[in-house]
């Protein structure tokens, strides 16, 4: 009988002790899948929070703003009102104020800032402004000699006319033609008024010549 009682007592003992087992390796499973879940869930969790890198606006653009935006506004205005001047000195047949004209129409072209004109017309503003510059400067050293001064300002509108079809102009200009100076080859002029006032002439043919077109702002 007392045998009987121990092996009752060891079964007992065995049951307990493999349940304890078992409990302990569910306990240590869940434990490691918790660990496993929340170390996806922290890898997905920083993966979301990452932020976007930081745009620089450090230098007053926004983001897809060109750099050349700037060179977008470049006008010839200062050059057409230096030789507006010049052309109504000749049209009053005054030599000294069309030199002085002459100078300061010089003096603008000097003045325009390069960096400011479009990288695709730059080479040709070059071209275009060398030869202006030649004869403003001769038409400021020349006074006293207006038929001299007049022939320059013959090929100077030739060089305003490139510029207006290069740049436009935000003024309304009146293209004139005189079909009799140069030997009857005609020459242009650019006028602010359409009333015809021939600077080749003067006062000896005021109104010789003709306006051409109208040409407004692009």
């Not at 001769?138 to 510029?163: A, F, M, P, T």
Request: overall charge negative; proline content about 3%.
């Amino acid at each position: 009988m007392k045998n009987f009682a121990l092996s009752i007592f060891a079964v007992i003992i065995a049951f307990v002790a493999v349940s304890c087992t078992e409990s302990s390796n569910k306990n240590q499973s869940g434990t490691d899948t918790t660990a496993v879940s929340g170390g996806q869930a922290t890898s997905q969790s920083n993966d979301t929070l990452t932020a976007p890198a930081a745009i620089d606006t450090s230098n007053g653009k926004q983001p897809g703003e060109s750099v050349n935006a700037a060179a977008k506004g470049f006008s010839i205005a200062p050059i057409i009102t230096g030789y507006l001047s010049l052309k109504n000195a000749l049209v009053s047949d005054d030599d000294k104020a069309a030199a002085g004209a002459g100078k300061k129409l010089l003096a603008a072209l000097n003045q325009v800032d390069m960096k400011a004109i479009p990288a695709d017309k730059h080479k040709q503003y070059m071209d275009i402004a060398d030869d202006a510059k030649e004869h403003a400067e001769h038409i400021g050293e020349n006074v006293g000699n207006i038929h001299h001064q007049r022939e320059h300002l013959s090929s100077l509108s030739e060089d305003l006319k490139d510029l207006i079809d290069l740049f436009g102009t935000s003024q309304t200009l009146y293209q004139d033609h005189c079909p009799m100076f140069n030997d009857n080859k005609g020459a242009v002029w650019f006028s602010e008024n359409k009333e015809i006032k021939n600077p080749y002439y003067g006062s000896k043919m005021l109104t010789c010549g003709k306006v051409q077109q109208t040409i407004n702002s692009k």
